[in-house]
């Protein structure tokens, strides 16, 4: 099987297990009301319950499928009312927003907009960097990341990008990314319960969620 095969098996049955606690945290049916903030279709793909679902994300983002309505839109500014949505869904976005205070825009709307909330993203605590799947590059310096991750990932390295996309996305992994450890999703999100989900012992992402 090829490296890049075997990683999406895995982040597929990743995706089923998280949707599994989903609903085991919820009593969503098909009439709940659920936003999804920077999400695509894929997920909700492996879920078997389909809400009255909403994505908001940027056009380039845009795809069909999941039944769901699509809204472009900002995470950090939801053009919707407060307590407008029975649950506020967001997977693996918050990581992308580039500072503190965008994050904390992130999570107080997240909060605001939904009567509950299940927010995940990547643990800073564990070894391997999820975007550029490179181990321990996100614990060095900042400085020491700029030097090393143009020229050597394993993303590059297994991936078919061009030139372009890898420039693109290396560029936006030194810029924005900002993956978070379990006491910053605690401060983010006060009142909330933090989940670990973990992999070979170790945890893997973090899931904030409302009690």
């Given at each position: 099987?090829?490296?890049?095969?075997?990683?999406?098996?895995?982040?597929?049955?990743?995706?089923?297990?998280?949707?599994?606690?989903?609903?085991?945290?919820?009593?969503?049916?098909?009439?709940?009301?659920?936003?999804?903030?920077?999400?695509?279709?894929?997920?909700?793909e492996v879920c078997p319950v389909r809400p009255r679902l909403v994505l908001l994300n940027q056009p380039r983002a845009y795809e069909q499928g999941a039944g769901a309505d699509w809204v472009q839109g900002d995470g950090c500014r939801l053009p919707f009312r407060d307590q407008s949505f029975d649950l506020v869904f967001s997977n693996s976005v918050i990581e992308h927003l580039g500072s503190e205070a965008a994050m904390r825009s992130f999570a107080a709307e997240v909060r605001r907009v939904g009567v509950r909330y299940f927010v995940q993203t990547p643990d800073a605590a564990f070894p391997v960097e999820p975007h550029l799947y490179t181990p321990f590059l996100h614990q060095l310096p900042r400085g020491l990341q700029r030097r090393l991750a143009p020229r050597f990932s394993l993303w590059s390295l297994l991936g078919r990008a061009t030139p372009?996309?890898?420039?693109?996305?290396?560029?936006?992994?030194?810029?924005?990314?900002?993956?978070?450890?379990?006491?910053?999703?605690?401060?983010?999100?006060?009142?909330?319960?933090?989940?670990?989900?973990?992999?070979?012992?170790?945890?893997?992402?973090?899931?904030?969620?409302?009690?």
């Open positions: 099987m090829e490296p890049l095969h075997l990683l999406g098996e895995i982040g597929l049955r990743f995706r089923r297990r998280r949707m599994e606690r989903l609903l085991g945290l919820f009593p969503i049916d098909s009439q709940w009301r659920v936003l999804d903030v920077g999400g695509t279709p894929a997920i909700w372009d996309e890898r420039e693109f996305y290396i560029r936006h992994y030194l810029e924005e990314i900002r993956l978070l450890h379990a006491e910053e999703m605690r401060s983010l999100f006060p009142g909330g319960r933090i989940v670990q989900e973990r992999f070979l012992g170790l945890s893997k992402s973090l899931i904030a969620h409302s009690a």
